[in-house]
């Protein structure tokens, strides 16, 4: 299956065939090689260093904004899953009350009352994932790969098969964030980052990269 049209950024039912056979008939040292293991981390790190240094000023003058609009910290952090199952905080800037559930389910729309004045045009802009950055040069993330799982519902309803998301580093964004299907929970989609995991390469992160600043320029948020 190729990385372009409708059929690999729509509905899924293709990917949810291919994606999920590969994953449970390959073994997973003939997916990726080197590019996962070597060459993937260090391009990340490099230009998740280089993003860090541009962005500082834009994350600076976020982080004081938030301090004046509303109390609590400036960076939310939750403990997540990453790549063979390790867990992990992810920081974020704090979009929400502080007296909102740490691990109730996100907002799905702009209006929820959990979310704060400054928060929507975080969101909306994705500036507030912007703190991702340090995940990425701690070696926790990866700019492009499946989106890490709360420790709840990994702890109360993964199976052996979910697990298998665990294979590569979690990302910013993936493969279903570009999908049509991106406002649905993760993982009622796993089949995309099925299909991510059995068909990873230089290529298919480049081409998910692009897609997501046409996303995100269409709609200012995932």
């Known amino acids: ?19 999920t056979a590969a994953v449970l008939e390959q073994p997973y040292s ?24 541009i962005t500082s000023p834009v994350m600076l003058v976020a982080a004081i904004m938030i301090k004046f609009d509303s109390k609590g910290p400036v960076i939310f952090r939750q403990e997540r899953y990453g790549k063979n199952g390790v867990k992990f905080n992810i920081y974020k800037f704090r979009t929400m009350r502080t007296d909102a559930p740490k691990y109730s389910a996100s907002p799905t729309t702009s209006n929820d009352p959990r979310i704060t004045r400054l928060g929507r045009l975080l ?22 790969g499946p989106r890490p799982e709360q420790k709840r519902i990994v702890e109360e309803s993964y199976t ?37 995991i059995s068909n ?8 998910i990269l692009f897609k997501t600043v046409v996303v995100m320029v269409k709609s200012n948020t995932f």
Not at 1 to 19: D, N, Q, T, V, W
Not at 30 to 53: H, S
Not at 169 to 187: A, E, F, M, N, Y
Not at 200 to 207: A, E, R
């Open 160 to 196: 052996d098969l979910e697990r298998r998301r665990f294979l590569v580093k979690p990302g910013i964004t993936g493969l279903w964030q570009v999908s049509d299907v991106r406002k649905d929970p993760i993982h009622h989609n796993l089949q995309y980052d099925f299909h991510y």
């Open 123 to 144: 969101r909306k802009t994705s500036l507030d994932e912007l703190p991702q950055l340090l995940n990425i040069i701690k070696g926790d993330m990866s700019f492009v």
């Open 30 to 53: 003939q997916r990726v090689g080197g590019y996962t293991e070597v060459m993937k981390p260090f391009i990340d790190f490099v230009i998740a260093a280089v993003l860090l240094l």
């Open 1 to 19: 299956m190729k990385l372009s049209g409708p059929e690999y950024f729509g509905s899924g039912e293709a990917i949810a065939k291919e994606g």
């Open 200 to 207: 990873v390469s230089i290529l298919m992160d480049i081409k």
